[in-house]
């Protein structure tokens, strides 16, 4: 499995791959995010709405 950044990457969400890392986002707490801490690592809302999406297809598939 490929880590975080990679992923972002992957989903054309490279510019947040830095935040993630900075706060240790890792795929275990990936699962755990909410709205409230993505917009607090600046994620931007219609951002939101894809990378729950593409989360929780992670988590559960």
């Known amino acids: 499995m490929p880590d975080v950044a990679s992923w972002l990457a ?14 240790e986002i890792d795929f275990e ?3 755990e995010l909410t709205e ?3 917009v607090e690592l600046g ?3 219609f951002q939101n709405a894809r990378f729950w999406l593409l989360s929780n297809v992670l988590v559960v598939g």
């Open 10 to 23: 992957e989903l054309g969400l490279e510019k947040y791959a830095k935040d993630f890392d900075n706060v």
């Open 29 to 31: 707490t990936l699962p």
């Open 36 to 38: 409230k801490d993505l």
């Open 43 to 45: 994620c931007q809302l």
